[in-house]
């Protein structure tokens, strides 16, 4: 307000220099004898004073009443036109042309806001680059063919769900832990990666399976098993066929085309068959989707598979003998 205050000052007096400029500008060169004073020439200066006090007045009212936003703004273009009106009198008295007041403001300095910000590269993950060779895995057993992902048939696809929704309804409504275990879906990629770096096709209802639950995880004695046959998931299953080609590789052996799938049952890549390599060459099981049939009948119906009986204790599947 005191700003306001000195604004409207300064204006009163450059107007009253203005006008006794304007009113020497027009007096001869040898000024006569003063004439006497007469109340015409008092009337004449009476409103120029009384416009002055006016002025004054009304921004020292200003000053002391709080106004709006708008009228401070209006106030204040009035005191702007009477700098303007005060300096064009001067200035035309001494014959010169006013140079128009133009606002200054500050430069303004970009914010970081206002900036827009240039993106990084993204940094290359561990997903993205390649991954060391395991230690003691010979370079035979460590392929990196392009992955393509196969498609599976829709039929063994819908026979494998099926059998997985009996046992997946028989855990949830008989042993909640263990269906707590069963692994997350897998992706149809890492199969195919899987695939690649084994050299090997597997067969459709065992990608079926994998697809549907990517193994187990949670504590060792909550997993879900077939009898004591852990279920193993994408990567274990390759990293198993790695260390079993190490050996055959040290062996002399050609390179195996079975899969371990759990503890000692494996899958042959060509035939499907679930096999026990380690007790014998016969087949257990005409196919992974076989397997998983009868382990829905053994929990439902309570049969006995590989020689165990599926009680519960705690929440948790246990198998006892079945003799």
């Excluded at 700003?3 to 203005?18: F, H, Q, S």
């Excluded at 009337?43 to 004073?49: A, N, Q």
């Excluded at 009384?50 to 204040?76: C, D, K, W």
């Excluded at 060779?133 to 039929?155: D, E, K």
Aim: aromatic content about 4%; proline content about 11%; hydrophobic content about 40%.
């Amino acid at each position: 307000m005191l700003k306001l205050v000195r604004l409207a000052l300064t204006a009163a007096i450059l107007t009253a220099i203005a006008v006794r400029l304007r009113r020497r500008a027009r007096m001869p060169g040898k000024p006569p004898a003063p004439p006497a004073p007469k109340a015409a020439g008092r009337t004449r200066m009476g409103p120029v004073w009384g416009a002055i006090a006016g002025v004054v007045a009304l921004t020292l009212a200003a000053a002391l009443i709080p106004t709006g936003p708008q009228a401070v703004s209006e106030l204040r273009a009035a005191l702007y036109q009477g700098q303007q009106s005060a300096m064009t009198v001067a200035m035309g008295a001494r014959g010169k042309s006013p140079a128009p007041i133009t606002p200054t403001s500050a430069p303004v300095t970009p914010t970081p806001e206002s900036v827009m910000a240039t993106p990084t590269p993204l940094a290359p993950t561990s997903d993205t680059t390649a991954s060391a060779t395991p230690p003691g895995i010979p370079a035979a057993c460590m392929l990196s063919g392009p992955a393509t992902v196969r498609p599976i048939s829709p039929r063994v696809r819908a026979a494998v769900n099926r059998q997985w929704r009996r046992i997946e309804r028989w855990l949830r409504e008989n042993a909640p832990r263990t269906y707590a275990s069963l692994g997350a879906p897998g992706r149809a990629g890492t199969i195919a990666l899987a695939e690649a770096q084994t050299g090997l096709e597997l067969p459709d209802d065992l990608r079926a399976s994998l697809l549907r639950h990517n193994g187990v995880s949670g504590p060792p004695r909550a997993r879900f098993s077939f009898g004591a046959e852990q279920v193993r998931g994408v990567r274990e299953i390759r990293d198993q066929w790695r260390e079993s080609c190490a050996l055959r590789v040290g062996r002399g052996d050609p390179i195996g085309r079975l899969v371990r799938v759990g503890t000692l049952i494996e899958v042959d890549a060509d035939t499907g068959h679930v096999v026990a390599s380690m007790v014998g060459p016969e087949p257990i099981w005409p196919s992974y989707h076989a397997m998983l049939r009868d382990m829905a009948d053994a929990l439902e119906q309570g049969r006995p598979v590989f020689g165990a009986r599926a009680t519960v204790k705690g929440g948790l599947l246990r198998w006892s003998d079945a003799r």
